[in-house]
């Protein structure tokens, strides 16, 4: 983990968390990041590829709503095998949406 390196959330909604990270504080080369949403309370993650080695942004989609997510980066060193550095886990909890609210209606 390096603890400088943080992520932040930018924007959510019921089915997705933005991110943004500044750039790696190292100087090692990069091969590609890796963003991680973890569902608490269950386990499950869903690892998306960050398509471009530099990016410091990434939107991860088909989330399920109203659930707390931990949320990091991974970065993955190239030329070296099995080296990797990480964000520290970030949470939040994406939108509720779609969910109806009863009226009453009393007569």
Known sequence: MVPSWNITFTSKTSS????????????????QFLVIYTK????VSLVFQVSKRYTT?????????YELYAVK??????NV????????AAFTRTDEGGKRQKVLSFG
Not at 57 to 65: A, S, V
Not at 73 to 78: E, H, L, Q, R, W
Not at 81 to 88: F, R
């Open 16 to 31: 997705s968390l933005s991110i943004r990270w500044p750039n790696f504080p190292l100087n090692v080369p990069l091969q």
């Open 57 to 65: 942004h990434y939107t991860g989609r088909i989330l399920k709503g």
């Open 81 to 88: 095998g099995n080296v990797t550095y990480s964000t520290e």
């Open 40 to 43: 608490q309370k269950s386990n």
């Open 73 to 78: 980066v991974i970065a993955i060193m190239s």
